[in-house]
């Protein structure tokens, strides 16, 4: 255990990393068409609307949430809040948009599920993503309710401390998690999972600045022999 801890959660980050960041790259250099989520607005919008834009709400802020805790040293807020009141309140703000993100994801699945013309156009890694974020979301949630048997934040710091030595470039991080619930060791290993698959999936649309998609003017499709309004001179 002790080396696939190691593995992990000290070696493993810094490979799916590198791959999300070298890979990126790559294939903007190469294959900048395909830097796009490839609408399927056309196909059928039913659902579209409102999955997606729950869906993208709630990944936004869940990103944010976890980039702001994580790496947040704990020198920096505990002159202002204590560990378990941060616990308590990540567990309530990640609940609240956690729950929001998975309403959209699963309306978005069951789009391209039930609607045959969205499902044909899906490509397998588009399922792979699909599955893989709704696991991931899944987990986050269930992590809550294990947080809920130890409310004093301790675990938080630990994860804290696991992130920050990660992103500074410092062995020891495995040590942080090696004795932490396996939700979390889950959760951690999926997250880098999805980085790791990132360049090669829709996902890479994010670099995009996905904000500008929540004010964007939505596409105006009209049916075949609509008829279509002149203003007169």
């Known amino acids: 255990m002790h080396y696939l801890d190691q593995f992990f959660f000290q070696l493993y980050p810094y ?3 590198a791959v999300f960041l070298i890979g990126s790259w790559v294939r903007f250099d190469r ?20 999955g997606s834009n729950l869906f993208h709400i709630g990944v936004i802020a869940i990103l944010l949430g976890h980039f702001v805790g994580l790496l947040t040293p704990e020198w920096a807020y505990k002159p202002f809040i204590s560990s ?36 044909v156009n899906t490509a397998g890694r588009d399922w792979l993503v699909l599955w893989l974020l709704l696991a991931q979301l899944l987990l986050g949630l269930f992590s809550i309710v294990v947080s809920a048997d130890h409310l004093d934040g301790a675990v938080m710091v630990q994860l804290g401390h696991w992130a920050q030595h990660i992103v500074t470039f410092r062995w020891g991080a495995a040590d942080f998690v090696a004795d932490v619930h396996w939700v979390y060791k889950a959760h951690i290993a999926l997250g880098m999972t999805l980085f790791l698959i990132f360049p090669f ?26 008829t279509l309004r002149y203003a007169g001179k």
């Open 31 to 50: 294959d900048a068409y395909t830097w796009r989520t490839g609408s399927s607005q056309l196909l059928s919008d039913r659902w579209l609307f409102w």
């Open 201 to 226: 999936t829709r996902l890479v649309h994010i670099w995009s600045v996905p904000l500008g998609y929540l004010r964007r003017p939505w596409q105006v499709v009209r049916r075949r022999g609509a």
């Open 84 to 119: 378990g009141t941060k616990q308590l309140l990540a567990m309530a703000v990640g609940g609240f948009f956690g729950a929001l993100c998975l309403v959209g994801l699963s309306m978005l699945i069951i789009r391209r599920l039930t609607q045959p013309r969205v499902r």
């Open 15 to 17: 490979i799916a990393l």
